[in-house]
């Protein structure tokens, strides 16, 4: 196996899936507890949906959060375990899939939001997701990704390329740890406007201890056809 490829990513979060899902189940991810879960689930909720697809749904928290306000759920991942917890805990509808396999319409209707929250570390199966979002959206809906701010979390050459994954500040039960693909906020932007997506808002959830960005939350819209 290809210790830089997608693959190796989806192996690694299959030794992993029970670990990670006490941790967010337990809260023991600081940054998460202080600032990203409330900063994803307001900007998901800013847009009043009727219905939101989680693709990189893990253990299934952010339905379960959002559950109360919003109708209609529906959660993807691509290791198994993590499904069935999900599913066991409820909030939504679930499904075990592949990105490859949401790129090619495994998913059925379309959504007011889809969302990937720091689900998106591999590099062609997130190229291929994204080309795919923007038929699974509805009139006026929107892609919402939050992930690791590139400036942050980057202290190589700031080029995309891969980097070699980290269970630091972790418990030692975690094994294995995951590659993952590094973009810049240019190529971020890029994959945004590359897939027919307009980039209508970019913010940068601040760490109230270091006041340093604690990730980066886009939000996309399909861009309408020209009249031209």
Known sequence: MNPHSDERIVDSWEKNATQWAATVRNRKVE??????DKA?????LSHSPESVMDVGCGEGWLIRELAPGVPHLAGVDVVPELIELARTAGGGSFLAAS??????GRIEGAFDVVVCNFSLLGKESVEALFG?????????????VQTLHPVVANDQ?????????????????????APWYFRTLESWVAL?????????????????DTGKPASVIFTGEVIPPSNF
């Open 31 to 36: 940054s998460r507890k202080l600032v990203t």
């Open 40 to 44: 994803i689930v307001e900007s998901i």
């Open 99 to 104: 990105y490859e396999e949401v790129a090619a």
């Open 132 to 144: 795919a979002v923007p038929g699974y959206l509805k009139s006026g809906g929107v892609f919402i």
């Open 157 to 177: 050459a700031y080029v995309d390329g891969w980097r070699e994954g980290s269970w630091d500040g972790f418990g030692s039960e975690f094994v294995d740890p």
């Open 192 to 208: 945004f406007s590359d897939n027919g997506l307009r980039l209508a808002s970019m913010r940068e959830p601040l760490h109230p």
